[in-house]
């Protein structure tokens, strides 16, 4: 697969997030007239610990699956490793989801007692089961590098969910379940269509001996998928408690903001997996992983210096008088999120030489020096203290990560330029970002985004040869092609 070809199916997958986000904007204005910060908090509350129950229940299947289906030779063996896989998964999630869905009531007495959200806790509980079986589906199609097609399955997806959720709320007076009604009925409608595509690879018989292998693999990762949880996900519980609901609910909208930067990422992250198990023993691999990297964070940081510096535009005019001080978070979330993607995708060598182990003890490692700082951190600076600790874990996580994966299988990334740009851009563009709300200071901000454009050039993240990949991978060439 030729570079641009990488970067066109990077484009077709950020184009889902790019389409998300914008679908996103443009309700946020109605989703916050309606609902209020605390009912934004019970939200955050019930995303944080969905996602805690994810990692813990995957038990690190979604990578393990990916390296062994895309490193089996015989559609025979995908496919018993492909339902192995599903086999476990719902022996696993089925009797959780039953359970959560008839003690509903008891749910929201211990985490909402003065909410009324045990309907929110039920629908959001069913979606959560769809939402995995839609997942494990798309991974399949995205190791068999069948991405036009799971680009289309995930577009439809993406239009339906905020279709209904709008209609709920604005037709039916619903509220906050509307949001996970929308998840629902949306994955319930595309799900017939992954189960088609896919179906050569889910009635096989099943393997033990894969399904151990697979354990080996992913078992380490639990700890490691816990670490991050307790890094990224446990935001909500210690706002709740040492701030205030109406804070969470605050910290919500600046990271609904600040996950923007996933039109940057999400591209990249959902085929850069595939694209390097499958090419790894090729020759000439290092130095196209290095390019890859060098242009990934390039545009990474491009997309944090720009979201940062116009946080507080954009927050005050869609989130109206109510969010308004959620742009005091964004730079800092927006950061974090940055620094996190950085840290974690590029270790191939742990992944390569199946070394999950490493993540395990670097996981633990990292989430104590996160809990260590969370408890003073967000007691005394509120949730600014919260998100730079996270930032802090986030570069112990890199650190580590980068050390053990070069051991063990050396790529030649240049992460002196790369430090170097983030290490002079960060202060430019935090700089801008805690300014006011006000059209007197777009001038500055665009000034101090036109100086991190310039170092990325500078530094050499971003060479002129490389202007149409980099086209290729944000804008997808069948798109450019319609417009025309």
């Not at 979604?62 to 492909?82: M, V, Y």
């Not at 009531?105 to 806790?121: C, Q």
Request: glycine share 6%.
């Amino acid at each position: 697969m030729r570079l641009r070809t990488f970067a066109f199916n990077a484009g077709l997958y950020s184009f889902i997030p790019f389409l998300q986000k914008l679908i996103g904007l443009l309700t946020v204005p109605v989703m916050t007239s309606i609902l209020n910060p605390e009912e934004y908090g019970v939200i955050l509350v019930i995303a944080n610990t969905l996602n805690i129950l994810t990692f813990v229940l995957n038990m690190g299947l979604d990578s393990a699956l990916t390296i062994h289906f895309c490193q089996a030779e015989k559609k025979e063996e995908k496919a018993s490793i492909a339902s192995t896989v599903l086999f476990f998964r719902l022996a696993t999630y089925l009797p959780l989801v039953m359970a959560v869905t008839l003690l509903a009531g008891y749910v929201e007495d211990a985490l909402f007692p003065d909410h009324n959200a045990s309907a929110a806790v039920q629908i959001s509980i069913m979606g959560f089961f769809l939402v995995m079986l839609a997942n494990h589906f798309g991974i399949i199609l995205r190791c068999l590098e069948l991405h036009k097609l799971r680009f289309y399955l995930t577009l439809a997806q993406v239009i339906l969910q905020p279709a209904v959720t709008l209609y709920l709320v604005l037709q039916q007076d619903w509220r906050m379940e509307a949001v996970y009604m929308g998840t629902l009925l949306s994955n319930a409608v595309v799900l017939p269509w992954f189960l088609y595509y896919v179906r050569d690879y889910l009635w096989a018989r099943l393997s033990p001996p894969e399904f151990k292998s697979m354990m080996r693999y992913g078992l380490p990762l639990i700890p490691a998928g816990l670490a991050f949880a307790a890094v990224q996900h446990t935001s909500g519980f210690f706002i709740q408690n040492f701030v205030s609901l109406g804070a969470a609910g605050l910290y919500t909208a600046a990271f609904s903001y600040a996950s923007l930067l996933g039109i940057l990422t999400a591209g990249f992250t959902r085929i850069w997996a595939p694209y390097a198990q499958n090419r790894f023993q090729e020759p000439g691999m290092g130095e196209r992983f290095a390019q890859i990297h060098r242009l990934y964070c390039g545009i990474l940081f491009l997309g944090t210096a720009f979201l940062a510096l116009f946080s507080a535009e954009v927050i005050h005019v869609l989130m109206g008088e109510k969010f308004h001080d959620a742009y005091f978070f964004a730079p800092l979330i927006v950061t974090a999120q940055a620094v996190y993607t950085m840290a974690d995708f590029f270790a191939l060598g742990i992944d390569i030489k199946r070394q999950t182990k490493h993540r395990m003890w670097i996981g633990i490692i990292y989430s104590m020096i996160f809990l260590a700082l969370a408890f003073p951190g967000t007691k005394l600076f509120g949730v600014t203290g919260l998100v730079i600790c996270q930032i802090l874990a986030y570069v112990v996580l890199g650190l580590l990560l980068q050390r053990v994966s070069h051991r063990l299988h050396p790529l030649p990334y240049d992460w002196k330029a790369v430090s170097s740009v983030w290490a002079i851009g960060i202060p430019l563009y935090m700089a801008g970002g805690l300014l006011e709300p006000s059209w007197a200071y777009v001038g500055i901000k665009a000034g101090l985004f036109a100086a991190c454009c310039l170092l990325i050039i500078v530094f050499g993240l971003i060479r002129r040869n490389e202007i149409g990949t980099l086209f290729d991978m944000l804008i997808p060439l069948s798109l450019r092609k319609k417009a025309l």
